[in-house]
């Protein structure tokens, strides 16, 4: 929830009256911040019983169980300003269905609208399990252009907050704090290439990237300027 605030803060983005999708919503995680922030919301997940606890923790937005690697369970006809999908991709470890799903959240988006995702990006893309894939940048990039969307950014992961379960408690019991701190590792890290990541297990240090994607308003349009 502080990396959203903190990302949403950095582009500029006012999601006051805003649709967005959340993708993956779990337990509300970042549902809760989303709503907080104005928008309405919209989420999903693949488990039935996390889409039960998810109405009756959030009444007033609406919930749908589905794979988003299927398009017959995203919601017909809506199309939504901001999708977010943590933590969704890296688990699709069919290269196939990866891309089914990065097409059909596209398709998803009004013209203009930004797509935020998460990955470890190494530099070879990876299969560590049976139900986990990372991605380098170059494969997204790739299956990025080929859904209409454009790479707009990368910021770096979390530097504290979602490293373990005692911070994830710590940033939500203080968000004021974890913000100003992970607003600081944004704005020192951000212009890092990204593609070079600390490596896994380091104590402190980004935890892979977040990348803003954005579909394009024209054929001209370039993104968002730096």
């Known amino acids: 929830m502080v990396r959203l605030a903190a990302v949403t ?10 649709e967005a999708l959340d993708v993956g919503s779990g337990r509300g ?3 809760k911040h989303l709503l907080q ?8 997940d693949i488990s039935d019983v996390a889409v039960a606890r998810l109405r009756k923790d959030f009444p007033d937005s609406t919930f749908f169980h589905g794979d988003v690697s ?30 089914l799903a990065l097409r059909n ?5 009004r013209p203009g609208g930004y797509l935020l995702v998460d990955d470890l990006f190494p530099e070879k893309s990876t299969g560590g399990a049976d139900y986990c894939r990372n991605r380098s940048a170059r494969d997204w990039e790739s299956a990025v252009a080929g859904a209409g969307l454009q790479v707009i950014r990368f910021f770096p992961g979390p530097l504290l907050v979602n490293r373990n379960k005692l911070f994830q408690l710590a940033g939500e019991a203080f968000p004021g704090i974890f913000l ?16 070079v990541l600390p490596p896994p297990g380091k104590l402190l240090g980004p935890r892979g990237a977040l990348m803003v994607l954005r579909k394009p308003s024209t054929g001209l349009e370039r993104g968002v300027a730096e």
């Open 9 to 18: 803060e950095e582009l500029g983005l006012d999601l006051k009256g805003t």
């Open 29 to 31: 995680f970042y549902v």
């Open 37 to 44: 922030s104005g928008a309405r919301v919209t989420g999903s």
């Open 70 to 99: 299927e398009r017959s369970t995203l919601p017909e006809g809506e199309r939504f300003d901001l999708i977010t999908a943590f933590s969704v991709f890296v688990h699709i470890v069919s290269d196939e269905r990866w891309g």
């Open 105 to 109: 959240l596209s398709a998803r988006l």
């Open 180 to 195: 100003t701190i992970e607003k600081s590792v944004l704005r020192i890290e951000s212009s890092k290439p990204m593609t």
